[in-house]
Nanobody
Framework: QVQLVESGGGLVQPGGSLRLSCAAS????????MGWYRHIPGKQREWVTS???????NFADSVKGRFTISRDNAKKTVSLQMNSLKPEDTAVYYC????????????????WGQGTQVTVSS
């Protein structure tokens, strides 16, 4: 069973920081792109940021300059450092990974974590 498990959400004041982490486990052969999405109530889930296996990063305009993504390929983890948080960043954040597993090979499939709540409020 392949899993993505997130941690690190919570309540923070505007201007504060939070760090989210996501760990992949199971019968994983290879991980391609990893990233983070978020779901704001009343809106569709939106892409926030992603990082390739080679370390190339991309960010949504709304978080550029405030959020940083990193990964540890050996540990199969991806992290999201969120600084200068705003109330509009309040959402459930989901980890995503494109992975080949022992059952999907040679294909890569998209896997999701269970989500972690981030609330930015004074």
């Amino acid at each position: 069973q392949v899993q993505l498990v997130e941690s690190g959400g919570g309540l923070v004041q505007p201007g504060g920081s939070l760090r989210l982490s996501c760990a992949a486990s199971g019968s994983i052969l290879s991980i391609s792109t990893m990233g983070w999405y978020r779901h704001i109530p009343g809106k569709q889930r939106e892409w926030v940021t992603s990082i390739t296996s080679g370390g190339t990063t991309n960010f949504a305009d709304s978080v550029k300059g405030r959020f940083t993504i990193s990964r540890d390929n050996a540990k199969k983890t991806v992290s999201l450092q969120m600084n200068s948080l705003k109330p509009e960043d309040t959402a459930v954040y989901y980890c995503n990974a494109i992975m080949a597993t022992t059952t999907s090979r040679p294909n890569f499939n998209s896997y999701w974590g269970q989500g972690t709540q981030v609330t930015v409020s004074s």
